[in-house]
C-alpha cells in the first residue's frame, strides 16, 4: 500500500497572491496528476508529469504552473489567486498507461478572499 | 475525448443490490471505463475499472454490454458506507489520454 500526502490541507489567499500546493506519494509511481473541483462539480485536470522532469499541460493550465522535483513530488503553483475563487485541489499518482488506475490524496482547499 | 451519461441521483436501502447505469455512445476501441466514488471532503476512491470483459473485486461488479456502449456498477448488498458520487469515467491508453475526465456522476443515497 501507500498513501498520497497534501499540504496544506487548507490554504486562504489574498487577490493576486501566488500559492504553491505540494503533493508527495511513497506508491513510487511514475506519474502524477493535478485535478482542480469545483464545488458539486466534477475534476478537471490541470497538470501531469508521466515521469520526473517531465510535465504535460492538462485542460485548464492557465493561470497555473507545476514542478515535478522528483519521482515522489509534485508542485502546483497558482500564479495570481482569483477574489472569491473557492476550490479543492487534487493530487493523484498511478503507473503510466490507461490500465492502471489513479489513487488520490485528500484534497488542498483553497479560499481566495 | 468520449463522454458518458450518468443519472444524477439514486437510492437505494441497506442491504439492496444496487445497480448505477453509465451511456459511453461514442466510446473509442483503447479507452478503459473507470469507476470511481466520492464522498465530502474526501479524494475519489478507485472502484473497478474494463475494457471489455465483466469484471468483478471485493467492491463491485462491472457488467459491460457487448458493443460497450454502455456498462453498469452493480453493488451487492450496499451499506450506509456506499454512500457516495460515483463517477464512470472513459480513459485511454496512449500518450495525451492519461487523464481521467470526470463529470457530475450518480449521487447514491443509502438509507438505513
Known amino acids: 500500500g501507500g498513501i498520497i500526502t497534501q499540504t496544506p490541507k487548507f490554504l486562504i489567499g489574498q487577490e493576486g497572491q501566488k500559492l504553491t500546493l505540494k503533493c508527495q506519494q511513497n506508491?513510487?509511481?511514475?506519474?502524477m496528476y493535478w485535478y482542480r473541483q469545483d464545488s458539486g462539480k466534477g475534476l478537471r485536470l490541470i497538470y501531469y508529469?508521466?515521469?520526473?522532469?517531465?510535465?504535460q499541460k492538462g485542460d485548464l493550465s492557465e493561470g497555473y504552473d507545476a514542478s515535478r522535483e522528483k519521482k515522489s513530488s509534485f508542485s502546483l503553483t497558482v500564479t495570481s489567486a482569483q477574489k472569491n475563487e473557492m476550490a479543492v485541489f487534487l493530487c493523484?499518482?498511478?503507473?503510466?498507461?490507461?490500465?492502471?488506475?489513479?489513487?488520490f490524496g485528500p484534497g488542498t482547499r483553497l479560499t481566495v478572499l | 475525448d468520449a463522454k458518458t451519461t450518468q443519472p444524477d441521483s439514486m437510492e437505494s436501502t441497506e442491504g439492496e443490490t444496487v445497480h448505477l447505469p453509465c451511456s459511453h455512445a461514442?466510446?473509442?476501441?483503447?479507452?478503459?471505463i473507470y469507476w470511481y466514488r466520492q464522498v465530502p471532503l474526501q479524494g475519489p476512491e478507485y472502484v473497478t475499472h474494463?475494457?471489455?470483459q465483466n469484471t468483478t473485486n471485493s467492491m463491485a461488479f462491472l457488467a459491460i454490454a457487448s458493443d460497450r456502449k454502455s456498462s453498469t456498477l452493480i453493488l451487492p448488498h450496499v451499506s450506509l458506507r456506499d454512500a457516495a458520487v460515483y463517477h464512470c469515467?472513459?480513459?485511454?491508453?496512449?500518450?495525451?489520454?492519461?487523464?481521467?475526465?470526470f463529470g457530475e456522476g450518480t449521487k447514491l443515497t443509502v438509507s438505513s
Open positions: 469515467i472513459l480513459r485511454g491508453n496512449q500518450g495525451g489520454s492519461a487523464k481521467l475526465i
Open positions: 474494463g475494457l471489455q
Open positions: 461514442t466510446i473509442s476501441g483503447n479507452e478503459y
Open positions: 508529469s508521466i515521469t520526473e522532469n517531465d510535465l
Open positions: 506508491f513510487n509511481h511514475d506519474t
Open positions: 493523484a499518482s498511478s503507473h503510466w498507461g490507461g490500465f492502471y488506475e489513479q489513487y
